[in-house]
Nanobody, 122 residues
Framework: QVHLVESGGGLVQAGDSLRLSCAVS?????????LAWFRQTPKKAREFVAA???????FYSDSVKGRFTIATDNAKNTAYLQMNNLKPEDTAVYFC???????????????WGRGTQVTVSS
């Protein structure tokens, strides 16, 4: 059974950085097609943030491109989301998710973590 556990969220000020981690157990990145980060607020639907494929291709939403970086450490079976120059609009619960197919669509992701809260004050 696949488990994903996020960590690294917190309260920061605008312009600060955070690094989120997603520890994966039950399978390795070689078993996956995609590992992604999504985020959600009470007022907005879950939205795509970033993803990395098994071939290490990376994908970003326009709102985070140039500020966020997704990466994986296969030895640790952990994925990361480095978030720089954070903005108040980045405030959300961040989820990591795993998919066995190549997709950026959240309904296609079969395994999800419980999320970690990121709050950016202005």
């Amino acid at each position: 059974q696949v488990h994903l556990v996020e960590s690294g969220g917190g309260l920061v000020q605008a312009g600060d950085s955070l690094r989120l981690s997603c520890a994966v157990s039950g399978l390795t990145f070689d078993d996956l097609a995609m590992l992604a980060w999504f985020r959600q607020t009470p007022k907005k639907a879950r939205e795509f943030v970033a993803a990395v494929s098994r071939t290490t291709s990376t994908f970003y939403s326009d709102s985070v491109k140039g500020r966020f970086t997704i990466a994986t450490d296969n030895a640790k079976n952990t994925a990361y989301l480095q978030m720089n120059n954070l903005k108040p609009e980045d405030t959300a619960v961040y989820f990591c998710a795993a998919s066995h197919i190549f997709t950026l669509q959240s309904p296609q992701y079969s395994a999800w973590g419980r999320g970690t809260q990121v709050t950016v004050s202005s």
